[in-house]
């Protein structure tokens, strides 16, 4: 009996140390990939690092866009439990760099040689005072229309190239019955679509002056009441369910034929493909008219939170898996988007991915690249928020589109 209890303790104590040393070895990674396609594409991250034998404790805070994340992080750093890695997207990492939160990963890039293989625009966000505090995973961006091939056959509709053709295709799809655009209505989602209706508007310069440099002038323009309304017209496109859906089911919605279009960002592919479904045969992808030549860009990075000291094994070690090259393709094959690096060939992807990887090369060497105001690339959170309520306030009906352009302008100089 004593050699039994005795036996007991020493197995519990044993099980102690290795569930320590288990624990020690886990990554507790943030992030707010929970639709079918974005788990599919987390997996591959998942298996890379169990693959060296690093532990994986899952986070996930659902919510398209990162916001109910980045709520959920502010709460745990707080309470001075901040988790080993987060997803975050541009300025919230320049945010939590400002206040010294996040690890230097200056060892790891340089072993790694990052300086030469991140393109300018995300070491933009991956380094802050010269040291690296970030990983990027890929590059997605948001003037992406997908829509159902066979709807579009049936329907004689051409990709259009022009918003003229884009509101004439709208016009035929409501005429035989069918959901011109599958949308959720909640703000991430309806500014994700004003990235695109404003540079299509507006045209490039118009998108810097606007959502960069956050010109008072250009906010409150006529060329902005014209975006405003544009955004009218999608309204009157969507279903009446509309309200709060999530993207995902958006998307399904042109997967099941049930709608033509979605305008969102490259991750919709991911739940295309995730329901067995082949670019070009079943689904198009195409810019959204009038923004052809420009990519409005985001880019999934894992920040590493300090733990105290210096970055540990492996923070490190999940660091240099995310930019490995064969990762950067197997993961951004799955999830839609394309490379972070710029020396990943493209023969793993499909169509829409070999076109996203030649638009981001020409959009960046022809100066049509600009970061994606909706997911948080142009400005930081509180200027993001503000336009979100206004945008989201005109898109339900609280402003028409002279007032949401003036309100526009006032909310976003409030917000600075
Ligand atoms: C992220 C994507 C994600 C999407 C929807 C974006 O902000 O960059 O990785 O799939 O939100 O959740």
């Avoid at 948001?142 to 829509?147: E, F, G, I, K």
């Avoid at 033509?260 to 295309?272: N, P, S, T, Y």
């Avoid at 082949?278 to 894992?302: K, S």
Wanted: aromatic share 8%; charged share 20%; glycine share 8%.
């Amino acid at each position: 009996m004593k050699s039994t209890r005795a036996t007991l303790k020493m197995t519990v104590a044993a099980l102690a140390v290795m569930t320590a040393g288990a624990q020690a070895a886990d990554v507790e990674v943030l992030h707010w990939w929970t639709s079918g396609g974005e788990a599919a594409a987390l997996n591959v991250l998942k298996q890379d690092l169990e693959g060296q034998s690093i532990g994986w404790q899952d986070m996930p805070v659902a919510g398209g866009g990162g916001e109910q994340a980045m709520t959920v992080l502010r709460a745990r750093v707080t309470s001075g439990n901040a988790p080993t890695a987060v997803q975050m997207l541009g300025f919230d990492i320049t945010d939590w760099a400002d206040q010294g939160a996040l690890a230097d990963l200056n060892s790891v890039a340089e072993q790694e040689g990052w300086d030469a293989v991140v393109p300018d625009a995300l070491k933009a966000f991956s380094k802050h005072d010269g040291k690296w505090v970030a990983a990027a995973v890929n590059v997605h961006s948001t003037n992406w229309v997908w829509a159902n091939k066979s709807v579009l056959e049936a329907n004689g509709i051409e990709v259009p190239q022009t918003w003229e053709d884009f509101t004439a295709a709208l016009a035929k799809l409501k005429e035989a019955g069918i959901t011109p655009i599958a949308h959720g209505g909640q703000p991430w989602q309806d500014a994700t679509v004003f990235d695109a209706v404003a540079m299509s508007t507006g045209g490039p310069d118009f998108y810097k002056k606007a959502f960069i440099d956050l010109d008072p002038e250009t906010l409150g323009s006529e060329t902005m009441v014209e975006a405003f309304k544009r955004m009218d017209v999608i309204r009157a496109n969507v279903d009446e369910n509309f309200s709060g859906r999530d993207w995902n089911l958006a998307t399904a919605m042109v997967i099941n034929g049930e709608a033509g279009f979605q305008m969102m960002g490259d991750w919709a592919k991911g739940e295309f493909l995730n329901a067995d479904k082949t670019p070009g045969e079943d689904f198009l992808c195409f810019r959204f008219p009038g923004t052809q030549a420009q990519v409005t860009f985001n880019a999934d990075q894992f920040a590493m939170f300090d733990q105290g000291g210096e970055v540990s094994a492996e923070q490190a070690a999940l660091a240099k898996a995310i930019l490995s090259p064969s990762f950067q393709s197997a993961f951004n094959v799955v999830k839609g988007s394309v490379p972070a690096r710029t020396d990943v060939s493209d023969e793993a992807f499909d169509a829409c991915g070999k076109q996203g990887m030649k638009d981001l090369a020409a959009a960046a060497s022809s100066g049509n690249l600009f970061g994606s105001m909706a997911h948080g690339h142009s400005a930081p959170a509180s200027v993001k928020n503000a336009m979100y309520d206004v945008i989201t306030a005109h898109f339900n009906g609280e402003y028409d589109a002279e007032t949401a352009a003036a309100e526009l302008a006032t909310a976003v100089e409030l917000a600075q």
